[in-house]
């Protein structure tokens, strides 16, 4: 008589997001009407940016258009008046607004400009002025800036800390409530690293009650945004017709279904309406690697890990029947997706792109499978040992590589630079997944699962939870810094690093109240509700 396995289980709720729900979800934004009236407004807009001859007016303009969700639609404009700047380099060196301003922007679009442009807001003892903490705007402007910064510029290290110090200790002292608004929103998460969707819908309502609010931006970042809501939500539909069909949630019970969380990812990543087809793919990928990932994590014994991690190495369906039935089906959906992707990507530019997934996916269950045999070996591996693997088990290169296959064309050259994980893969890879960790580490401590970085370092120092978190954190920074230099700065693949960057921003996003992923009903709800569902009221 065959021996009854004990699976784990982790419990994890079902889906809020049902088929018959996201069926139901329906938008007026659609249709020639609006498109027209989108086009009349943006004429409009360019003539004020023709029309804006004033350097800080200008910047000005520049950081509204870019916060209100439009400036993809002004690129070219924006590019032309960032140049004359650059090039003009003149500095109202005196003003804490005006200095952290240009910095902020000229930086975010990958100009070079220097740390030491603040030096001349500083004492002769290498200090802020102290007059400075009594602008409140300039120092919500510097640390925005601050973020903007690189390892090793300790200019701007003093910057956010003498800006966080004195915003965090005015906040209750601020008696104009929209102010305050803006100082509380930027405390929470700086402008550099929100997701720029949710940072639109939040700064329409700001700006629109501003006395400078130009109305036709206004109305037009709103009319912008119910659009292309009304483009998300038909992808939404479109995959959530996929998930059923593939018979997925019916099939594998014990496994997270999160399709729309899935769906917030990719948006997150790729935002830009005129590429669905890879926030289609992105969202398949994330659906996949989260039913494999709770395989090896909670479900999967020791030896069908290893007859899995074999199988997905082989890429060789004639194995299939060596699998459990729940292997079987997991691996199908995995090989039928990534055909299909492979099969896409040959029609539509040429390139054979099969290998370069097969040799993710199995180096992701490599990472798995070895996580797995410390869990059930009882090992707890040291905080560098554990991040070497980890960064990869996240799943980050694997979904970064089919954003790079899905937003621009493809290139052998960059194909091959990407595949030695350059920072524009490791950077935002390693941001996920200590973002991942500070998340979700709390539930899984209860449920006794791997250790995640917050236990190995806190095993391997003896320090308290609080302390780990706090050296976690100052692993994210560091990361970031990274970031802005080896993508931003240096912009190795012209259409990817935007792509790359987004990735790091969705991960503080669905990670920064806890784990926003396996425990999705209060601040993802939200947001897919806003992103997707909740139009901006229009008169």
């Keep these: 008589m065959m021996e009854e396995v004990i699976r784990r289980s982790a419990n994890y709720g079902a889906s ?22 989108a086009e009349k407004l943006k004429d409009l807009v360019r003539i004020l940016i023709r029309e804006t001859k004033e350097e800080l007016d200008q910047l000005h303009l520049i950081d509204n258009v870019t916060r209100l969700g439009l400036s993809g639609h002004f690129k070219d404009q924006i590019a032309k008046m960032l140049d004359k700047i650059y090039e003009a380099q003149e500095w109202l060196e005196k003003d804490l607004h005006f200095t952290s301003l240009k910095f902020r922007l000229l930086r975010q679009h990958g100009y070079h400009v220097p ?15 102290a007059i400075l903490f009594e602008d409140v705007r300039g120092l919500v402007s510097l640390y925005e800036a601050s973020y903007l910064s690189m390892e090793g510029e300790s200019l701007m290290d003093l910057a956010k800390d003498f800006s966080l110090n ?26 550099h690293w929100r997701l720029q969707r949710l940072e639109a819908k939040w700064f329409i309502q700001v700006y629109e009650n501003t006395f400078e609010a130009n109305l036709t931006l206004v109305e037009l970042a709103k009319l912008d945004y119910n659009m292309v809501q009304a483009t998300y939500q038909q992808e939404l539909k479109r995959l959530s017709s996929w998930y059923k069909e593939t018979a997925l949630p ?86 039928n997706s990534v055909n299909e992707f492979a099969y896409h990507i040959l029609i539509g530019q040429g390139f054979n792109v099969i290998s370069n997934l097969r040799n993710l996916w199995a180096e992701l269950c490599r990472a798995y499978y070895l996580e797995a045999t410390w869990f059930h ?4 591996p040291t905080t560098d040992e554990y991040l070497y693997t980890a960064w990869i088990s996240v799943a980050g290169p694997l979904l970064l590589f089919c954003g790079y296959f899905t937003t621009n064309p493809i290139n052998m050259k960059e194909m091959k630079s990407l595949e030695q994980y350059p920072g524009i893969i490791r950077w935002p890879s390693t941001v996920l997944r ?105 008169p």
């Excluded at 809020?16 to 009236?37: C, F, H, M, N, R």
């Excluded at 030491?116 to 290498?126: I, Y």
């Excluded at 993508?487 to 990817?496: A, D, S, V």
Aim: aromatic letters at 8%; a negative charge; one cysteine or more.
């Design 115 to 129: 740390q030491e442009v603040f030096c001349s807001l500083m004492d002769e003892e290498g200090s802020f002025k």
């Design 434 to 538: 200590l973002a991942d960790d500070l998340g979700t580490s709390s539930d899984e401590m209860k449920r006794g699962d791997v250790p995640k970085s917050i236990q190995c370092y806190m095993k391997e120092t003896g320090c308290s939870e609080e302390d780990a978190r706090k050296h976690i954190k100052q692993l994210i920074d560091m990361a970031l810094k990274r970031m802005n230099k080896e993508i931003l700065m240096e912009n190795p693949i012209k259409n990817f690093g935007q792509t790359a960057m987004n990735v790091g921003r969705i991960s503080l996003c669905v990670y920064q109240h806890g784990d926003g992923f396996g425990l999705p009903h209060s601040e993802t709800k939200k947001n897919l509700m806003s992103l997707v569902v909740q139009p901006i009221p229009m």
């Design 250 to 335: 019916e099939k594998l019970g014990f496994v997270r279904h999160r399709l729309a969380e899935s769906f917030l990812w990719a948006l997150g990543s790729v935002p830009e309406p005129h590429l669905g087809y890879s926030r289609e793919i992105l969202s398949k990928m994330t659906v996949i690697v989260t039913i494999i990932d709770d395989i090896y994590d909670v479900y999967g014994t020791l030896e069908e890990l290893e007859l899995f991690t074999h199988t997905i190495e082989r890429w060789d369906i004639n194995s299939l029947d060596s699998l459990p039935e729940y292997m079987k089906i997991s691996f199908l959906a995995l090989f």
């Design 16 to 37: 809020i997001w049902d088929d018959d729900y996201v069926q139901s979800l329906a938008t007026p934004y659609t249709g020639e009407k609006y498109v027209g009236e």
């Design 166 to 191: 004195h915003l965090t200790r005015r906040l209750d002292q601020i008696t104009e409530p929209r102010l305050k608004e803006q100082v509380r929103h930027a405390l929470e998460v700086p402008l």
């Design 377 to 380: 070996s009882g090992y707890v």
